[in-house]
């Protein structure tokens, strides 16, 4: 039996020593492979007496036993160390800051413009639209701006090319949003209350006039709506969009071909220190023209003046936003000027809603 505790000894050293899983294996057929050690030994107990076969068969298959279970558990701690070696190699550590992505932000007119959209969706106003490439008809004529009216000069007009022989009347670059109170009127009829945020063109560039800019219209039309009605929704208007507590606004009367009466609106604001306050101070800023519908506008857009009447405006968007986020130059506004649009933009995810706050 001695050559068995040899044999015991020397795999079982084998095993422990054993490196890794290759390593293991050739151990493993060394002893116990078709033709391992202990394999051999097992193929002698056919030639052995009965007697010695009775002794010498559990010793072996003791010794086959026990090698094989210490093969198995150094084989499971070698996977257990190489497991832990990747882990070891593969940690993250996820305290280290992120790396920072590029982010966009919401330009302040698309704010403004979701602001306002809130604030008018709350009092019934729906959103319409038209095109930015308007013909003369929308844009003047059925606005009650005939050809040779001196307002058409006032717009300075952008003129799309038209073939020298195309004797047509030309189209133009809307200048004004008042072209869609007519498109929604004649596509509705009355009642109808809705505002057309957009885009418009006039040939214009200072520091508070560029040659696209944004205007909001506003129209109102009902059986019996008056100045009243226009005035208490322009002053709910601003209360809500500038989130101050006093806004004050006045009316000025005024001139428009496309309603009568007239008004233009001012308001309130402080230029103290530099800064520009709204609601306080002695000082006035225009931000909107206004009126009462035009009985021939209301005819052009098929609405019967004699049982219908409402109220219009159009206010620049550029302006309240400069005036709301104290922007100085409405110049920035279209430069596309990344540093500009970090400092004044808006987090995207932040949309503007009544109930949750207007701004951040
Ligand atoms: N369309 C006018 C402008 O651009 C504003 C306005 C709109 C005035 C509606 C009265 C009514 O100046």
Redesign the pocket.
Known sequence: MDTLDTLRAKYLQGVAAAADEAALEDVRLAALGKKGEVSLKMRELGQMSPEQRLTAGPALNALKDELDAALRARKAALADAALDERLKAEWLDVTLPARPRPRGTIHPVSQVMEELTAIFADMGFAVAEGPQIESDWYNFDA?NIPPEHPARQEHDTFFMARAADDTRPPHVLR????PV?IRAMTEKGAPIRVIAPGR?YRMDMDQTHAPMFH?V??LAIDRNLSMANLKWVLEEFCRAFFEVPNVDLRFRASH?P??EP?AEVDIRCSWAGGQLKIGEGDSWLEI????M?HPKVLKAAGVDPDQWQGF???MGIDRIAMLKYGIPDLRAFFDSDLRWLRHYGFAALDMPTLHGGLSR
């Open positions: 606005l200048t004004h949003t008042s109170q418009v205007q219209e506003g428009f496309f309603t007239s909107l023209g206004s009126g519908v219009a405006f159009g």
